[in-house]
């Protein structure tokens, strides 16, 4: 132990890859390894601790407790789901939460902190990473983590918990090698991977000045590093045809051809398919992003606040519904997901408007948690958000 951080030493062991895992688990007998894996995991877990203040130590989180107890919780429970009902409903899906740790203006380790923590919290079901390779926020030279490697290496490192990118930037990959690289997060997962995908950056709109912010800052950013962003038309047709090649990819057991306009593959193969119906979720708000997801998705994620508020939730998941309806799709087939910020000064103000966005139909619920990451933060947004409204 150095430095307050547990070091793992790294066992070769004839016809096994190299190894990560504490020297117990290694040595671990056969029949008892995954029994050795959990129990190693838990004795060699960080300690979740709420840091007291003082000299260069972060202000503790605020804890919240019901008034009248847990049976509050219960109540809670029983007049979202009513509220839900009324306004459009749940189409009878079960309630989820998960966490998003963008991996911008941080590093590895408090990264597979946070997610081997919630990995060994049940009521924590999903945990999320973008795909950005500038940052988009703080400082332009700050540090961003590339997202499909590094869910790669905490797909590896977690055991329960679902995962993937919230979304994929369809503009930097090719669908033929993000469909072995979906695969691959897979199998490493043993079957956690949702694969979310969206446009990516677009340029402005002909004829209309650059959006301020993060859209002005993506569209530089992206092209500092040589990767131009597309129109928007040309986006979202790019979009639609990852969907076909990427389906065609993991389902076909004969050799893809496709013909489209931005992808053609001829004769192509894509083993190992995945060993079950990979769930696809598209990101985004637009209405032609809405036609793609009531074709596609599985699931449909859009920013709530502070990117937008309750009421544009709930005009675009209708409009989602109406897209669903052009195409004769029954529009209950698609998990409503959104994301919001989380403040760890306010956690009631969280608690509010996760609450306002139960209302509009959406069961999965992504909180997305600032950097730097408290120690504890997932069992303290477990205790403060998820458990107090869910």
Known sequence: MAGGRLRLLCHYHPGRPWSTRPHALACAPARGARDAKRTTRRAFAPRVTFPRPGPGRPTPLPRWRPTV????????????????????????RRLSFGIKTTPAHTDYADLLRVWREAD?????????????????????????????????ALAASTERIGLGLLVSNNRLRPPA?????????????????????????????????????????AVAGYRALGIEPPTPGVGLARLDESCRVLRALWENEEPTDFAGRHYRLTGAHAAPRPARRLPLLIGGSGDGLLR???????????????????????????????ACAQLGRDPGEITRSVQTHVSYAD????????????????????????????????????????????
């Open 69 to 92: 107890g847990r049976q509050q919780g219960v109540r809670v429970t029983s007049r979202l789901a009513s509220r839900g009902a009324a306004s459009g409903g749940t189409n009878g």
């Open 120 to 152: 060994g919290i049940e009521r924590i079901e999903h945990a999320w990473l973008w795909d950005h390779l500038p940052p988009l926020f703080g400082p332009p030279t700050g540090p961003t983590w590339e997202g499909w490697t590094t869910l790669a």
């Open 177 to 217: 090698l993000l469909a072995k690289m979906a695969a691959t997060v897979e199998g490493i997962s043993d079957g956690r991977l949702t694969v979310g995908l969206g446009m990516g950056p677009t340029l402005p709109r002909s004829g209309q000045p650059a959006a301020p912010g993060p859209a002005a800052r």
């Open 292 to 322: 793609v997801a009531a074709e596609h998705a599985d699931l449909w994620n859009i920013s709530g606040p502070p990117h937008a508020d309750v009421a544009r939730v709930a005009e675009r998941a209708a409009a989602l519904d109406a």
């Open 347 to 390: 956690p009631a103000a969280t608690r509010a408007v996760v609450t306002d966005l139960l209302t509009t139909g959406a069961t999965h619920i992504v909180l997305s948690l600032p950097a730097p990451f408290p120690e504890g933060v997932a069992r303290w947004v477990t205790d403060e958000i998820i458990d107090a409204v869910g």
